[in-house]
């Protein structure tokens, strides 16, 4: 079954630590995501990639990175310059611009809580 | 102001009752519109996109209205299985890939 692959689920980190999320897609999509969730507040997003070794800083880039090697995986680092990084955060990919019809697919996410 | 605002809810409402919640947007420029719905602790899913002249699907319609900047999501015959969050989703026309999401109305579905 295609679909996407987010590890792990849950994670705690010590403060000033960081943490790498994985995301993987075998969709064949070109577009990936990262968007964060936090309670009574909508997704916003951190990163996007449209196309391999090219990404794009989104809305709350800040304290975070990643990379686009493959196609398949889009990972996340939450690093210690994240002032808030204890959330929900949620991988997800889509067609190509051309194309693309609204439609995101998630991965189940993971949750990060920094102690 | 919130580029999308939602009531946050939560609709409880009886099984069988017809529900609606309604969306405004900021940015007359958006192109696209969606709704979304979301599980507790779970990932969001596309339910279903909001077409100009409207939409239905099964018990679910869509509304557009441009003019006063909204959407709406009409549920009929409520099912216990609607009970989740739906998040209002809208694409700028500038902005290909960026969608921003509304913070979700919770419904709340009884027996």
């Known amino acids: 079954d295609g679909g996407i692959t987010q590890s792990p689920k849950y994670l705690f980190r010590k403060e000033g630590q960081n943490v790498t999320l994985s995301c993987e897609q075998n969709l064949n999509h070109d577009a990936m995501y990262w968007y964060r969730q936090d309670p009574g507040q909508g997704l916003r997003l951190i990163y996007y990639?449209?196309?391999?070794?090219?990404?794009q800083k989104g809305d709350i880039a800040e304290g975070y990175s990643v990379s686009r090697e493959k196609k398949e995986s889009f990972p996340l680092t939450v690093t210690s310059a994240q002032k808030n990084p204890t959330a929900f955060y949620l991988c997800a990919s889509s067609i190509a611009s051309g194309r693309f019809t609204g439609e995101l697919f998630f991965g189940e996410g993971s949750r990060l809580t920094v102690l | 102001r919130k580029e999308v605002e939602q009531d946050p809810g939560p609709f409880n409402v009886p099984e069988g009752a017809t529900v609606a919640f309604n969306c405004t947007y900021s940015n007359s420029a958006s192109q696209s519109f969606f709704w979304y719905r979301q599980d507790c602790r779970k990932e969001p899913k596309l339910l279903m996109s909001v077409y100009s002249s409207g939409n239905e699907d099964g018990r679910f319609t869509a509304q557009l209205n441009r003019a006063s900047q909204y959407i709406s999501l009409l549920i009929r015959d409520s099912k216990l299985s609607d009970s989740a969050t739906y998040l209002c989703v809208v694409r700028w026309m500038d902005s290909s890939y960026k969608l921003i999401f509304g913070s979700g109305t919770r419904l709340l579905v009884r027996p």
């Open positions: 990639s449209q196309i391999v070794n090219d990404f």
